[in-house]
């Protein structure tokens, strides 16, 4: 195998490699094989659903096994088996040989590629501590072939090899895989620091700094846990950042840094509606008698309106989609599956583990052959379409999603209505609503909710017709246009108006049209215009929840159920009262923010936004992720495409545009 040499990282001093590992004694060597041993059974079992899902995903979308093994070096240079999920192609290396893997590497395929940005590959090797190849801490096993190249380069090579090699370490903490002899020679000054103080504080400290790692936090926080351990390789000198700085890194999203956009703080206002409707539900009782009162309902009310907002924001955006420039349906289908399905997937595990720890509040139905549609219909984001209810908190919406994402495109090209003028459309959109009101009126009301997508439709309409900005007159129309209709749903929701001789349809129906002029108003308000609304929904805090607003619409739920269980467990019945309500209003959301955070970190932007951009049908390069990582533009003055805005990330204020962006 040839090794690179890179120019641009230092090889460490000849002295400072040269040092020979101190080999632990036979004490220390039974207390950490020991306690090795039995994290990794703890750890083998938590992990196991997350195992066999991930088994599963890579049969069904890759052939060959769902694992494989290779030969690697343990203690000593003795050759073992390591155990690994496969994420790349079946015999990838047949003509290659043994190579290090690089960055979006092509033998990686779609599977594999989410499975090594979360680690979940490496959780076969576990098995490798049972069977004592291995150890949880420790330098990382290299493939022979390779080794052999890495010890004629570097002579002190061979001393990392005193101890058994680990699935975590002080250089896998610290640095980057390995792509040159730079680097190699850089990861093993930490190895061999680490084999002349290993002891069982050191690992401690490791294995923090590895849960440090998969969250993605930085560098300088792993080594504050690891302590004067890390002062082996000193890091490259970074400029001191702010806290400004350093949150932007974790919640700003590629290509959007400095970039105004409301619709963005419109959905961090929907995803802290849809928290307080469930807030309201699960700490409401505390309230006492309050809880059944007018100020209340109308609170419930207003809450149970952000999932609407969701759907109002994703009608807005892939109707655009649609109708802007032809869309390859088989590569929609593609990106919006892969938007949606990690951060969904890793959740739906957390709640299979939950349920089996937890078995009281478990959703699965005890019938095997039951729980097995069952969980292959929430899979399959079916519950909301079905009626049956979700193992996540409100995911029902996600079958809404889908029935979008497969029928609009299909839409839009059979009918043609992308060439027709800006009136026809407007008008069958009008249309095909007010008749599937009027079904749900007549027939069923199950699914009304449907009906906010076209509200979405028409506000593109409106806000990519428009011509110039709306007058101040204008404006106070618009904002006494939503009070008037969002009073009008609340005064029908709390039961202060009501149609006695009216069956239960009619008043469903006359509520969504009040809804939809309402949320129409507002996304004709805050997407096209440059009023008071617009603005604070572009304030940093409000766009930052909605950039991580889907782990935030995954997760919260779970926040709140852990957090009214500790209310249960810890505080007795008689000290309960309307203060806690009040105090664990900012407590429950700083904690759900917190839960959002970690998956948003984990998952869903190394994961969800890494997709390149590609081609449309027509040949022209677009941003195969529009909806998540580039903005497609709308000037307002022309009702035309900004194109230079498609695919870069040039700072845009909203007195010139609109972003075009997805939630999911």
């Keep these: 195998m040839m090794i690179q040499n890179s120019p641009l990282v230092m090889t460490p001093p000849p002295e400072k490699i040269a040092k020979t590992a101190n080999s632990p004694g036979p004490v220390h060597a039974a207390l950490k094989r020991g306690v090795h041993f039995v994290l990794a059974a703890v750890f083998l079992l938590i992990s196991s659903p997350v195992i066999l899902l991930a088994m599963i995903l ?13 030969e690697r070096l343990g203690r000593n240079g003795a050759p073992f088996r390591i155990y690994k999920i496969r994420t790349m192609r079946h015999h990838c290396e047949q003509n290659s040989g043994a190579v290090w893997a690089t960055r979006n590497d092509p033998r990686v395929f779609l599977v594999g590629r989410i499975l090594r940005k979360l680690h979940i590959d490496e959780l076969p090797q576990l098995y490798n501590v049972l069977r004592g190849d291995m150890a949880l801490v420790g330098p990382r096993p290299e493939r022979p072939a390779i080794a052999a190249g890495l010890q ?25 895989a390995d792509k040159d002899l730079g680097c190699v020679c850089r990861k093993l000054v930490a190895d061999l620091h680490y084999a002349r103080l290993v002891r069982p504080c050191l690992d401690f400290r490791i294995l923090i700094a590895t849960g440090l790692y998969l969250l993605h936090l930085p560098l300088s926080w792993r080594r504050r846990v690891l302590g004067s351990a890390a002062e082996a390789v000193p890091a490259p ?11 932007a890194a974790i919640y700003e999203l590629p290509q959007k ?4 956009v409301a619709v963005q703080g419109l959905r961090g206002v929907a995803a802290s509606l849809v928290f307080m409707a469930h807030f309201l539900t699960l700490f409401g009782i505390y309230l006492g008698g309050a809880a059944d009162g007018f100020a209340a309902r109308v609170m419930d ?12 924001i994703s009608g807005f955006l892939i109707y655009g989609m649609c109708i802007r420039r032809p869309v390859h349906y088989g590569r929609f289908l593609r990106d919006r599956m892969w938007r949606i399905y990690p951060a969904f997937l890793f959740m739906f595990v957390l709640y299979l583990a939950l349920s089996v720890i937890i078995p009281s509040e478990s959703k699965i139905p005890r019938d095997p052959a039951t729980a097995a549609l069952w969980l292959l219909e929430n899979l399959a984001l079916l519950p909301g379409l079905t009626g049956s209810p979700s193992l996540i908190v409100v995911t029902w919406t996600l079958g809404y999603e889908l029935l979008l994402y497969v029928t609009l495109p299909l839409a839009v090209r059979f009918s043609g209505m992308r060439n027709w003028p800006t009136p026809w459309r407007i008008a069958a959109l009008v249309s095909v609503w007010a008749a599937y009101l009027a079904y749900c009126g007549l027939m069923s009301p199950t699914h009304v909710r449907l009906g906010v997508y076209f509200t979405g439709f028409l506000a593109y309409e409106a806000v990519s017709a428009r011509r110039h900005q709306l007058t101040t007159v204008r404006e106070g129309i618009v904002v006494f246009a939503a009070a008037a209709a969002a009073g009008l749903v609340v005064l029908l929701r709390a039961g202060s108006v009501s149609f006695p001789d009216l069956n239960p349809g009619p008043v469903v129906v006359i509520r969504a049209i009040a809804k939809a002029l309402g949320m129409f108003a507002v996304a004709w308000y805050c997407f096209g215009g440059n009023g008071v609304c617009g603005r604070i929904l572009s304030r940093t805090p409000l766009r930052w929840t909605g950039n991580m607003s889907y782990s935030f619409y995954l997760t919260h ?5 852990a957090a009214a269980l500790a209310v249960v467990v810890l505080l007795p019945v008689e000290a309960r009262g309307p203060w806690l309500f009040w105090v664990a209003l900012p407590l429950c959301y700083l904690g759900a923010l917190a839960a959002s955070t970690a998956l948003f970190v984990m998952v869903e932007k190394p994961v969800s936004f890494s997709r390149k951009p590609a081609t449309t049908t027509s040949g022209d390069t677009v941003c195969e992720e529009p909806a998540a990582l580039g903005e497609t533009v709308i000037d307002l003055n022309t009702g035309r495409e900004i194109p230079e805005a498609s695919c870069s990330g040039t700072p845009l204020k909203q007195e010139t545009g609109v972003s075009v962006d997805s939630w999911k």
Excluded: C, M, W
Aim: hydrophobic share 35%.
């Design 557 to 561: 739920g779970l926040a709140l159920k």
């Design 58 to 70: 890579v049969k069904l979308t890759s052939p060959g096994p769902a694992f494989y093994s290779q």
């Design 152 to 176: 004629e380069e570097i002579p002190a090579y061979r001393d990392r090899l005193s101890l058994r090699p680990g699935l975590t370490g002080l250089a896998q903490v610290q640095f980057p």
């Design 301 to 312: 009310t207003i809450a149970r309106n952000g999932t609407d907002i969701f759907l109002l």
């Design 257 to 260: 840094t400095e970039r105004i």
């Design 237 to 247: 000198d970074k400029p001191k950042k702010s806290l400004r700085e350093r949150l």
